[in-house]
């Protein structure tokens, strides 16, 4: 719609192209966000405002080092995966060599042991204990020539018959090393006469290279009479000449070795076990290969480590720096080219179209045209910007007949507010001629209740919506025109204001209005009606039963008050009022010869009794109005712990207002005179709440219940009315369970419904 848009000027758009630029710094200064999302609004502008020639340079450079950042990377990726396949496979090869060492020095230990064991001159001496072949046979020279450090001679029954440990650097013997006793013990495994074992021996500081044979005699029969049991130390030394034989470094590690590389993870015998060899880089320069060893009872014991020096890192490194130099270079030598050759066939020749286009800005001069050379998209460009300029000058008349047509009121004014152009529908709003507006401002004409108002109130900056407000004009003949502005500033600074006559919408406005009233009055006097007739029923109810009279008005106002204290909103409060004064509309339903009978009901007769409450849903449901208000009259009879009717409903699958209800039913029940028992104290009636709170109430009501109580205690002993003028009552809920601790004096009669009647409740 005409009186909804914006209607900028040819030569309006014109100065736009010219100075668009400087208005969009201006807006970004004024609208500048912050933190992150600022940094890239920013990057983003600053590369949108570039020169062409600085942004083809920018992207080409760009995409240059996006092409080599990716190649780069895919460079370094394989040949770091290269490198680490070779350092892995250099460090497995030389753990494996260790280990092939390791095994081989064992296999050595083991042929010894079965030489010696499986000798007659052994076999003897196991019987015959003879100390001429300790003499000749286990002397130091014979630990020496063997590299032993331990050799034990136990019988069948697994004692030791002859025991020596020799220190192989001082070339003496020594003491058996600590922890082996355990070991050797009757019972463990390298003291069984029958078996044969080789591998590795924990002992709490030594590490022994050991193997055991049954002594058998030199043709290798039996029976078995013992065990020989010989061991070498790996001690630093030892470890050090393994290490020499595979030309690298190597390491024996025990599983809780604090020095364990933090890389093998929190199981490193586990991760060890999983494959033959474990690497793991140490640093730049070292990595190592893991290798899980065994003890001599199969168990894993130690972690043979094997340094390796990684010589494909640094061969990696050298040729990854050769690379980026000569990709740098290429790079280089491209932008280069690039650049020259952009500059010469396009950026040059848009920067002269650029050029001609600004001047005829400048000029205004819609009958000037930019020069049209080549045959590419740029020859293109220039023909319809060509184009463009005839459009331009075309849609210049229609702007003007448009501007006079409109059906609204246009002004256009300067950013100082002087008016520059108005059309003929303005002129008849204000009762001027064109040539008396145009020696105004537009802060001038746009009065607010005959107040100048400065426009730049509900003016909206270019390129948002204009938004409405309406205003009283003050015309020059006294006379009044409402009218609705929206004002907007323009893309070239430059303010515009359309004014729309909104006589006859006020009209009808106020007249909607008048209904609108109307109907809100007749609304509540409905309601009034309605709620006029339940306090009717509820009243009648009372009239058939004397008895409880008043007690319909106290129970719904507490009900509402304990209600309000609960949170409970409005429109509900309204329903619990209304559900509360309904409450035994269901007792309609119920004869009078049960609802009157003097004496106790029979079960048949409460049987029916029982039924009220749902006779009173089927009622109230079929009113529309009424739905909303029938939990009270539908559920108030049930209990918390589900002993309740007509559903046995329990716990909070009880509505709240029902669970509001049946507190405040028995209070005023009880608090109340009845005509066979006189109103308990308010103390008794609250010890008797109490005592079915989890019961029959909610406590969370009642616990809400009796903070209300004790204020209105507190109101009534500065002048208040008390809580007995204000309780509400529900005697079947109520006096069925507490009139039997009544003592009530006068007739059988009486006594009898004191103990039994829940009818009138």
Known sequence: MLGETQITPVRARLTCINNGMSAGE??????????????????????????LRRKSLFIIVLALVSLVTALSGIY???????????????AQREAQQARAVLDDQLATLQAIAADWAEWDDTYAFIEERDPAYVESNLVDSTFQELGLNLMVYLDRDGQKVYEQAYDLRRKEPTALPLGLQEHLAPGQPLADPQASQSGLLLLPHRVLLASAAPILTSAGQGPSR??????????????????????????????????????????????????????????????????????????????????????????GLIASNLYNVSMGVVVLVFCLLTMILLDKLIVGR?????DETAAIGRRRDLEARVSVSGGD????????????????????????????????GILVADPDWSLLEVNSKACQMFGQSQEQLQHCKLSDLIPVD???????????????????????????????????????????????????????????????????????????ALIRAYDDTILGWSRALELRDG??????????????????????????????????????????????????????????????MRQHPQLAGELLDSIEFLKPCIDVPLYHHERWDGRGYPFGLQGEAIPLAARIFAVVDVWDALTSDRPYRPAWEESAALEYIREQTGAHFDPAVVEIFFAKIGSREEGAGSGEQGIKDQGVGDRENGERRVESRVKVSGNQGQGRRAVGDHRTN
């Open 547 to 608: 008895d409880t009279e008043g007690h319909t008005q106290r129970v719904a106002d507490l009900a509402t008050e304990l209600g309000r204290a609960l949170g409970m909103p409005q429109a509900n409060l309204v329903h619990l009022r209304r559900g509360a004064l309904l409450h035994d509309i269901g007792k309609l339903a119920i004869p009078d010869c049960i609802l009157s009978k003097p004496g106790p009901l029979n079960e048949t007769e409460w049987e029916v």
């Open 450 to 524: 005959g107040h100048s108002t400065d426009p730049e109130r509900y003016a909206r900056p270019a390129g948002e919506a204009a938004a409405l407000h309406e205003h009283c004009l003050k015309r020059p003949d006294g006379g009044s025109l409402p009218v609705e502005i929206s004002a907007g500033r323009l893309d070239d600074g430059r303010y515009q204001a359309i004014l729309r006559d909104i006589r006859e919408r006020k009209q009808a406005e106020a007249e909607k209005n008048e209904l609108l009233v109307d109907l809100q009055c007749a609304n509540q």
């Open 26 to 51: 201006r807006a970004a200064s004024r609208h500048r966000p912050v933190g992150v999302r600022a940094w890239l609004i920013t990057g983003c502008t600053w590369i949108t405002n570039m020169t």
């Open 377 to 408: 998209e740029l020859t293109r460009l220039s023909q319809a910007v060509n184009g463009m300029l005839d459009g331009l000058q075309a849609s210049e008349g229609n702007y003007r007949r448009l501007l006079e047509q409109a059906s609204d």
């Open 226 to 315: 013992g065990k020989l049991v010989i061991a070498r130390e790996l001690d630093a030394a030892q470890i050090q000449r393994l290490g020499g034989l595979v030309n690298s470094p190597l390491r024996l590690l025990r599983l809780d070795d604090p020095a364990l590389p933090q890389g093998l993870g929190q199981d490193p015998a586990a991760q060890a076990a999983a494959t033959p060899v474990t690497t793991h880089r140490l640093d730049g320069q070292t990595i190592a290969g893991y290798s899980l060893l065994q003890d001599i009872y199969g168990q894993p014991a130690l972690l043979m480590e094997v340094q390796v020096r990684r010589d494909a890192s640094y061969l």
């Open 350 to 354: 848009v920067l002269r179209l650029i």
């Open 76 to 90: 370094h990726a394989i040949l770091s995966q290269v490198i680490a396949a070779v350092e892995n496979e250099s």
